[in-house]
């Protein structure tokens, strides 16, 4: 099964020459998610906790962490969440952001799997992998479904493993 296949171009979208990658059609197709969920379940070394970057990929990581029998912890954008948060800000393209996870969600022992929808420019992977580490917890793998290689978000965390099912 090819995976492009299940994923929606839309072009201009939310700006004009963005091409927007919809990955609901992989929601829609039992055997399209069962190959995204145990293909990260194969690659994934030993985490404790995964890590999902808000939002689209909530739904994709939650069933991860739980076939896992791990903890799904949700990284959150500014003011989502009501607990007492550990923030960090980023710039992307456009604007600047702030994501927050609660506070005593990470330990200093947990290996982190994190997980993200897309890797294009890194910069959001990047805070998690900063926010993270500052928790002086470990990163045991760095994972989207979709990697836009031109925009080489990569380069940003090469040092880490890194994994993607489908590239552009």
């Not at 990581?61 to 009501?82: N, Q, T, V």
């Not at 994190?114 to 420019?121: P, Y």
């Amino acid at each position: 099964m090819n995976l492009k296949d299940y994923i929606d171009e839309i072009k201009d979208f939310p700006k004009l020459w963005i091409e927007f990658k919809d990955m609901s059609p992989i929601l829609a197709n039992s055997e399209a998610l069962d190959i995204v969920i145990n293909s990260f379940e194969n690659s994934l070394w030993a985490p404790t906790k995964i890590i999902g970057l808000d939002a689209r990929g909530f739904i994709f990581w939650s069933i991860l962490a739980y076939k896992m029998k791990i903890p799904f912890i949700m990284l959150r954008k500014e003011w989502k969440l009501p607990w007492k948060c550990e923030r960090i800000s980023y710039k992307l393209e456009y604007w600047e952001n702030t994501f927050e996870i609660k506070k005593d969600s990470i330990k200093p022992w947990d290996r982190i799997a994190i997980v993200d929808d897309l890797i294009a420019t890194g910069w959001t992977i990047k805070a998690a992998i900063d926010l993270v580490e500052r928790l002086w917890a470990s990163i045991s793998s760095v994972n989207a479904v979709i990697e836009l290689k031109d925009l080489n978000g990569r380069e940003l965390f090469k040092d880490k493993v890194i994994n993607t099912l489908v590239k552009y």
